[in-house]
């Protein structure tokens, strides 16, 4: 009999913020490589976070721990959101005196 391969437990992403992790108020402690992630990881943490805040009975330690980290998740978003922006603009080659504008649907 031959012994059975056993295969590796499926990977689990972390929830953002262990309800008992307390970080103090108005500390960056913990937010480290929100500014690494791309667009759509961090609109999966945002997600996770509001899961997570509306889920479980949380600490008031808790609950502003993940408040911060959802913010700093929604800060991280927009500026990406900015920056896309500022690269989609109009220019018109008829008129290279004007500035870009930015594309308004």
């Not at 937010?31 to 961090?42: M, S, Y």
Request: a negative charge; aromatic letters at 4%.
């Amino acid at each position: 009999m031959t012994p059975s391969k056993r295969r590796p437990p499926a990977q689990v992403p972390e929830a953002p913020v262990a309800p008992e992790e307390s970080i103090p108020l108005g500390s960056d402690e913990g937010l480290d490589g929100v500014d690494d992630l791309n667009f759509r990881e961090a609109q999966t943490a945002l997600e996770l976070c509001l899961a997570q805040l509306q889920a479980s009975d949380l600490e008031v330690e808790a609950m502003a721990t993940l408040h911060r980290r959802a913010q700093a998740y929604v800060n991280h978003c927009v500026h990406l959101l900015e920056k896309v922006e500022q690269e989609v603009q109009i220019w018109d080659p008829e008129r290279p005196e004007q500035p870009a504008q930015p594309y308004q649907p």
